[in-house]
T-cell receptor
């Protein structure tokens, strides 16, 4: 158990609906990352935060995606007007301050868009 | 985009045998990490090797890094059925860049 929790673990939605995922890292995790993983592939970087500041966003993060980390604690990832191609596992990971070291992943939120 | 490329894509061995997985990458790195993922679960960090290191051990794991060939290998000795999982290498180009993961190697250890 890494101490990083994600909610919900599974979400089934219809195309066009909005969905929101939440990640709670442990308090020592200054950095928080969001990745997306499709079946048979490795995780793909979406965005990351240093405390409450969003420092980098991938080109994969279209304007339908938005992430926040208010007060530098938990984070949310919202997908608006979902498409079938958004179906994936959304993974959150935390790490301590400093250089890119070990990431502590949550169990992921699996999204299925019908 | 995925920088790391693991080889083989899938590996099936008998319990007790050693498993070797390879990772190749394209650009210079600060460090390389290996992660394990059980089906439908999150990733678990196994080991980190820095660009100035050539070999590292952790329990039954042995990782090597050859920066001149831009490659790394993960050796799991005396494998167990519980080692069945997907294994990913991930690279950090610098101290502040996010990790970039490969597509992984699916390891099956048959009891």
């Amino acid at each position: 158990d890494t101490g990083v929790s994600q909610d919900p673990r599974h979400k089934i939605t219809k195309r066009g609906q909005n969905v929101t995922f939440r990640c709670d890292p442990i308090s020592e995790h200054n950095r928080l990352y969001w990745y997306r993983q499709t079946l048979g592939q490795g995780p793909e970087f979406l965005t990351y935060f240093q405390n409450e500041a969003q420092l980098e966003k991938s080109r994969l993060l279209s304007d339908r995606f938005s992430a926040e980390r208010p007060k530098g604690s938990f984070s949310t990832l919202e997908i608006q007007r979902t498409e079938q191609g958004d179906s994936a596992m959304y993974l959150c990971a935390g790490s301590g301050q400093g250089t890119t070291g070990e990431l502590f992943f949550g169990e992921g939120s699996r999204l299925t868009v019908l | 985009s995925q920088q790391g490329e693991e080889d083989p894509q899938a590996l099936s061995i008998q319990e007790g045998e050693n498993a070797t997985m390879n990772c190749s990458y394209k650009t210079s790195i600060n460090n390389l990490q290996w992660y394990r993922q059980n089906s439908g679960r999150g990733l678990v960090h196994l080991i980190l090797i820095r660009s100035n290191e050539r070999e590292k051990h952790s329990g039954r794991l042995r990782v090597t890094l050859d920066t001149s060939k831009k490659s790394s290998s993960l050796l799991i000795t005396a494998s167990r059925a519980a080692d069945t999982a997907s294994y990913f290498c991930a690279t950090a180009a610098s101290g502040n860049t996010p990790l970039v993961f490969g597509k992984g190697t699916r390891l099956s250890v048959i009891a």
